[in-house]
């Protein structure tokens, strides 16, 4: 299967972990993907407790090489995703400007 979204291969790369975040988020919350909308309030929205927080915090670094998220200043999906991304392409982002 070949995906290409953006004009890239790291913008490809950047909607495959977002599509797989975004199954992490429909897991743990018990909503359809089609349903994610990144204007959701994790809190307010989608209901996160403390256990909720765990439950994704734990899948995010399982799935996503230990990355943890500090949910306090993300509280919105998109924070959270713009973290998210952010915090996985921070060397590459890194290492394009010091070429």
Same mark, same amino acid.
């Given at each position: 299967m070949c995906v290409? &979204?953006?004009n890239d291969e790291l913008d490809s790369v950047k909607a495959l972990m977002t599509m797989s975040l975004n199954a992490l988020i429909a897991e743990v919350f018990d909503v359809e993907l089609d349903e994610i909308d990144r204007n =959701? #309030? =994790? #809190?307010?929205? +989608?209901?996160m407790d403390s256990e909720k927080e765990n439950e994704l915090n734990e899948l $995010?670094?399982?799935?996503?090489?230990? =990355?943890v998220i500090n949910f306090t200043k993300n509280d919105s =999906?998109?924070? +959270?995703?713009?973290?998210f991304i952010d915090t996985?392409?921070? &060397? $590459? #982002?890194q290492e394009k400007t010091s070429c």
């Open positions: 290409k &979204v953006g =959701l #309030s =994790l #809190s307010r929205d +989608l209901g $995010i670094e399982e799935y996503f090489d230990g =990355l =999906l998109d924070a +959270l995703f713009q973290t996985e392409f921070e &060397v $590459i #982002s």
